[in-house]
């Protein structure tokens, strides 16, 4: 049991760095399941994989290309794994409505994620985009 607890930590660790970080597709289709639900997609976004690497692709990484993934703490029970961690970058394209204006900004991020055969299943989440958005916004 401890063996895959390490597996799906590191998982949820590959992911964040190639997926989230990189863009990296291969590494998307190779880790997410068919069948991925995110639990707290914003309303009227699609919570299945192609919302979430929609989101990932065409409006964090555009908005914020030298993105950068900080695993902060991680722990796993059963199949869930629940990471802390911070999301940073330079604000050099257009991001959900605000043009670039060169800030740095800082995504503070809670996730659990349930992995089930090697795949990411299913996901919850809490951030700060809302300060992020109001920073962006304030000029």
């Given at each position: ?43 009227g976004m699609d919570s299945g994989p192609k919302g979430m690497i929609h989101t990932f692709n065409n409006i964090l990484r555009p908005a914020f290309p030298d993105l950068k993934v900080i695993i902060h703490e ?66």
């Open positions: 049991m401890e063996s895959q607890l390490k597996k799906n930590k590191e998982i949820v660790k590959r992911f964040n760095l190639e997926v989230i970080e990189q863009g990296n597709l291969e590494s998307f289709e190779e880790l997410m399941d068919d069948q991925f639900i995110n639990q707290t997609a914003p309303g991680q722990i796993a029970e059963g199949d869930l794994v629940t990471t802390r961690k911070t999301i940073e970058g330079t604000h050099l394209g257009s991001f959900i409505g605000i043009p670039a204006t060169g800030k740095k900004i800082t995504i503070q991020v809670i996730d659990v994620v349930r992995i089930v055969n090697d795949k990411y299943y299913e996901h919850w989440g809490m951030n700060t985009m809302h300060i992020v958005l109001a920073e962006l916004s304030s000029d």
